[in-house]
């Protein structure tokens, strides 16, 4: 079983709905991200948070709004989105953004499968 | 610029057979950090294995082994004995040393394994 929990793991939604997705991880780790992952496609990196701080973004639009809570939760709000944002949403947590970090592991979630209908 | 380029769009192989998934890397940097993650169709990316640049040695884990090369900057990853249970596809991804925010992935393998 996966250390990083994602809810829903399937959501439908409108263009005109408003709707989140959660990350929930339990390991202590301060960093957390969001991929976006398209059919036969390699995941592409959305948002880091690190020490609950956004440290990246990678230019996503504005109707992408992430949230960090606290150190164990990472969500990410939805809102107008598009049928082309349809996708597998990826959370992942690691020990930091450090790549000398002694883990060296980038714990993933299952995802949630999100289609816009 | 990084890139990871997996060559291997799909391969397909019956119970048993050794598979070998290529994997090759460009980076700047002098240290950087080589991955192998697996995703089966449930979706969750599973790691495998991290490499630093450093560290040429190869490994072995089981019925997984890795070749990493400098002089070919190339980080291959071998099944051996396959089993119906390794489909999935499978991820070379590249990070430099400011970690895992610039974690770049290949376009992933699509192991086919079948009895």
């Known amino acids: 079983d996966t250390e990083v929990t994602q809810t829903p793991k399937h959501l439908v939604m409108g263009m005109t709905n408003k709707k989140s997705l959660k990350c929930e991880q339990h390991?202590?780790?301060?960093?957390m991200y969001w991929y976006k992952q398209k059919a036969k496609k390699p995941p592409e990196l959305m948002f880091v948070?690190?020490?609950?701080?956004?440290?990246i973004n990678e230019s996503v639009p504005s109707r992408f709004s992430p949230e960090c809570p606290n150190s164990s939760l990472l969500n990410l709000h939805l809102h107008a989105l598009q049928p082309e944002d349809s996708a597998l949403y990826l959370c992942?947590?690691?020990?930091?953004?450090?790549?000398?970090?002694?883990?060296?592991?980038?714990?993933f979630g299952e995802g949630s499968r999100l289609t816009v209908l | 610029a990084q890139k990871v380029t997996q060559a291997q769009t799909e391969i397909s192989v019956v119970e048993k057979e050794d598979v070998t998934l290529d994997c090759v890397y460009e980076?700047?940097?002098?240290?950087?950090?080589l991955f192998w993650y697996k995703q089966p169709p449930s979706g969750e990316l599973v790691f495998l294995i991290r490499?630093?640049?450093?560290?040429?040695q190869n490994e072995i884990s089981g019925r997984y082994s890795w070749n990493f090369q400098k002089s070919t900057s190339s980080f291959n990853f071998t099944i051996t004995a396959s089993q119906v249970v390794d489909s999935a596809v499978y991820f070379c991804?590249?990070?430099?040393?400011?970690?895992?925010?610039?974690?770049?992935f290949g376009k992933g393998t699509m192991l086919l394994v079948s009895p």
């Open positions: 992942a947590s690691s020990q930091d953004t450090s790549g000398a970090s002694n883990t060296g592991e980038l714990f």
């Open positions: 390991m202590g780790h301060r960093a």
């Open positions: 948070y690190s020490y609950e701080k956004l440290s």
């Open positions: 980076t700047r940097d002098t240290t950087y950090y």
């Open positions: 490499r630093n640049s450093f560290d040429e």
């Open positions: 991804a590249l990070s430099d040393s400011s970690g895992y925010s610039t974690l770049t």
